[in-house]
């Protein structure tokens, strides 16, 4: 179903400002600022509210500055400023009566009526029903900033600092109501580890009124704040008539984010032995398997909390050792030719603008459980989903044995503060006709920057090395043991709760837990451009600019393998091998003061003068493309095709070596194929956007202003990525487009008076 969404946005914005001068050395300036915004989003279907929602966003802003000579060389400036937003999204279905949809009444009953909504229904293969219940945000933002700039002979000094202070207030709901999944775990076959259907398996779980998963939060508020400060000074050095040189130091710190109340995890203890090992490891002792003797079952590590047993509230500890050099030069070769390069160095931020605190024990989510047996019987179905009722949060007072069963994240209390190496070299040549030329080198390299990594993970040799689907390792790894953490309290309402489990879970590092992850700073990145403009500058009514740039952008962030020891080295997906942009101006030669009828009367002139055009075409490489775990036989040079030959239905050669066949796909395997291939990319960007403005001179101190813009003037298609699931039957198609909306063409006027 493919139809037109009208949506209407209402935004309210007003601003003033209010100038004083004191004296001709003292001067001050003050505004305010304030905007309302509401938007409906996602109203696929008029008159239903199973999909959209509002987002709301308030704004309130104060700015003071206050700027003083202190001498005929020496200036001071001051500046604070606050911004306050309150922001929010609400479902259309708020307040639904769940009994109206075939529930039971005691599941209706046992959410807030004012929170509930259409459970949030997914399928397997198909548009998700609903979504999550949405939130409540406020935000404020405070920074005072001072600037001394001094000048001494042939030296421009600066110095000054910065302090910002991030405060949050917020209250995701998550899923208050419930998010309901429905896959293939009961419907594929012959076996419970056979491979999956690219569709249907989850609709027939469906029409059983089976569900395989989903849960159901019950989640905490938090107040969280950060701050910063930072001081800076820099030397700009005329060493001669034609060389300058720039030298200046930055020094950074960015205390720890804290939750006011403390409702924060603070890392991970992994040397810590869980205080349900005892009974677990005697429930293992029962029915162990080969591969883990009884001794060596373990339950280490555990969640650690902010200000608990003397843990500091703050997230991380804090990095003091943050001095970010710059230097720079300019070297005027003649009257038209100037040499620049320059190097700096540049810190990643990790406040609470950046990240949250983790809530874990207080945000509490109920899984939704329907089988303890692997589907032999069913406690729960899609009429009363969770009849044994929800989990209430604990908090902290669990210590340890908190998200057993369940899959736990935390901030890193050693991380480093991450940092961006920039340089650049290059030349800018002025040339006849007002044309200007410049062509740059410029560079970057990344370091300490953030890994997702699970420290949980199945370990690599247990894996299977083979390149065809390894059905003896997946069904060693899927076999179903007795699970030895059945029946202990601390895991009921938890994945873990039922009588059995995988062999794989009991092999991982801490069985306890479906998962424990964090940012590691071991990533790295490298980037390396040409970048090139071209610029005649505003002259009798025309002014072009051009730039072009050429690069390639390599990163290692992610793992190829949960349990890789190092990132993997790949092209970025934010790598864009080509980017070309064009913008121009032309006021036409007609009317008072042009080249024709420039003599005109009034009359004439508002005809046929005032007239201006403007155009912008960008365009611009695609994506790399990741195809994830697949089995491919051939040679990866294969997989692209000439762009000549490119087609919605063939974007790349699906005969080149992929596994079609969905029952030989990969599993358990250790994986090769890598995340992105630089050779096979999506559609690119290439668009116009085309302007016609009309200016009109009523009196001396009144003008106005009509103007057409045309965004996408062209109408030109943008696809987006081709399906790169070998299984799926549009695998190498393209079925959507990159942007919703076509041409859009705005006319608008403006008074200035």
Do not use: C
């Amino acid at each position: 179903f493919v139809g037109p969404i009208g949506t209407q946005i209402d935004y309210y914005s007003h601003s003033v400002r209010m100038d004083h001068t004191f004296t001709e050395k003292h001067r001050i300036f003050g505004s305010l600022s304030y905007s309302d915004l509401n938007e409906p989003a996602n109203r696929r279907f008029p008159g239903i509210v199973a999909v959209g929602h509002v987002q709301t966003r308030r704004h309130r802003g104060l700015s003071l500055d206050d700027v003083y000579v202190l001498s005929p060389a020496t200036i001071l400036n001051m500046r604070y400023g606050f911004t306050r937003f309150l922001t929010g999204e609400f479902p259309d279905s708020l307040g639904y009566d769940l009994s109206s949809l075939g529930f039971s009444s005691q599941f209706a009953r046992s959410l807030d009526k004012e929170l509930t909504t259409v459970p949030n229904i997914t399928i397997q293969g198909l548009q998700a029903l609903s979504r999550d219940t949405g939130y409540r945000a406020a935000t404020n933002y405070h920074f005072l900033t001072a600037n001394l700039t001094q000048s001494r002979g042939n030296h421009s000094l600066r110095f000054g600092g910065e302090m910002r202070v991030f405060q949050e207030n917020r209250y995701g709901f998550g899923n208050y109501t419930p998010v309901i999944d429905f896959q293939p775990a009961w419907t594929r076959g012959p076996l419970d580890n056979s491979p999956t259907a690219p569709i249907g398996q989850g609709t027939a779980s469906f029409l059983l009124g089976l569900p395989t998963g989903g849960g159901r939060d019950d989640n905490a508020s938090f107040a969280q704040q950060s701050r910063y400060i930072g001081f800076y000074l820099q030397d700009d050095w005329k060493v001669t008539r034609k060389l300058t040189l720039n030298a200046g130091l930055r020094y950074e710190f960015e205390t720890p984010t804290a939750e006011r109340f403390n409702r924060t995890t603070r890392g991970f203890n992994f040397a810590a032995v869980n205080p349900i090992q005892d009974a677990a490891r005697a429930n293992y002792a029962r029915a162990p398997i080969p591969e883990l003797p009884v001794d060596q079952f373990r339950t280490l590590g555990g969640l650690q909390f902010a200000g608990v047993n003397g843990i500091s509230r703050g997230l991380w500890d804090g990095d003091w050792n943050n001095f970010a050099p710059r230097f720079g030069f300019a070297y005027q070769m003649d009257n038209k030719t100037v040499w620049r390069g320059g190097y700096g160095l540049f810190l990643e931020q990790l406040g609470a603008s950046v990240s949250n605190v983790g809530q874990q024990g207080f945000n509490q989510r109920t899984s939704l459980v329907p089988s303890l047996d692997n589907g032999l019987s069913f406690q729960a179905s899609l009429a009363n989903p969770f009849p044994s009722g929800y989990l209430a949060p604990a908090g902290s007072s669990l210590g340890l044995l908190t998200f057993v069963g369940r899959s736990p994240a935390f901030f890193t209390p050693d991380i480093r503060t991450g940092y961006m190496q920039r340089w650049t070299f290059g030349v800018q040549r002025e040339l006849p006709h007002r044309v200007m030329v410049e062509a740059n080198y410029v560079g970057n390299r990344g370091s300490l920057l953030g890994v997702s990594r699970d420290w949980s993970a199945l370990p690599n040799r247990y894996l299977s090395t083979s390149p065809v689907r390894d059905q003896a390792t997946i069904d060693f790894l899927t076999t179903n043991v007795p699970n030895p953490f059945f029946g202990l309290p601390e895991f009921a309402g938890s994945s873990l709760q039922g009588r059995n489990t995988t062999r794989s879970q009991l092999l991982t590092p801490m069985p306890h837990f479906f998962g424990v992850t964090s940012e590691d700073d071991i990533g790295y990145s490298w980037y390396h451009s040409l970048q090139t403009r071209v610029e005649r500058r505003f002259a009798n009514g025309f002014t072009i600019h051009g730039s072009y740039t050429w690069s390639k952008f390599m990163e290692a962030v992610e793992l190829l393998n949960a349990a890789d020891v190092r990132p993997t080295e790949v092209i970025s997906p934010q790598d864009r091998t080509h980017h070309l942009a064009i913008t121009g101006i032309y006021e036409l030669p007609f009317g008072r003061g042009r080249h024709w009828l420039a003599n005109t009367r009034s009359l004439v002139d508002h005809i046929a003068g005032g007239w201006q055009v403007q155009g912008i075409y960008q365009a611009q490489t695609g994506p790399p493309i990741n195809f994830g775990n697949v089995a491919f036989y051939g040679n990866i040079n294969d997989i692209q095709i000439p762009e000549s030959q490119r087609t919605a239905e063939r974007w790349f050669n699906i005969n080149a070596g992929f596994e079609r066949d969905p029952a030989r796909a990969l599993g358990s395997n250790l994986r090769t194929f890598p995340l992105r291939l630089n050779g096979v990319r999506s559609d690119g960007f290439n668009q116009w956007d085309l302007s016609l403005f009309k200016n009109f001179r009523l009196t001396e101190r009144v003008r106005f202003q009509l103007r057409a813009e045309g965004q996408n003037a062209l109408n030109h298609a943008m696809f987006a990525a081709p399906n790169a699931a070998p299984a799926n039957s549009n695998f190498g198609q393209v079925t959507a487009t990159q942007f919703p909306e076509q041409r859009r063409i705005t006319i608008a006027g403006k008074l200035t008076f």
